[in-house]
Nanobody, 113 residues
Framework: QVQLVESGGGLVQPGGSLRLSCAAS????????MGWYRQAPGKQRELVAQ???????YYGDSVKGRFTISRDNAKSTVYLQMNNLKPEDTAVYYC???????RGQGTQVTVSS
């Protein structure tokens, strides 16, 4: 079965950085488009970034220029490098296998001084 496990969340001050990881199993990772989503309390889930199997990327407007999505097919892992974090980035971050529709359990990111 498909399993996605996120890690790397935590508490960081505004302006700081975090790197999230999502390890995938049960899918042919190199053929999978992958995405990072987030959901803040009381808000709808939003797409943060997406990377296709060929490495093309897409970013939500609120994170462009600050976040970078990447993938390592040898490790079946997708990453989200988050720089210049803002309090409004506080949310639970999920990764998702686009083709399977499966998402992980999420990792909490809190940006606060």
């Amino acid at each position: 079965q498909v399993q996605l496990v996120e890690s790397g969340g935590g508490l960081v001050q505004p302006g700081g950085s975090l790197r999230l990881s999502c390890a995938a199993s049960g899918i042919i990772f190199s053929l999978s488009d992958m995405g990072w989503y987030r959901q803040a309390p009381g808000k709808q889930r939003e797409l943060v970034a997406q990377i296709t199997r060929l490495g093309s990327t897409y970013y939500g407007d609120s994170v462009k220029g600050r976040f970078t999505i990447s993938r390592d097919n040898a490790k079946s892992t997708v990453y989200l490098q988050m720089n210049n974090l803002k309090p409004e980035d506080t949310a639970v971050y999920y990764c998702k296998s686009i083709q399977s529709g499966t998402r992980g359990q999420g990792t909490q990111v809190t940006v606060s001084s």
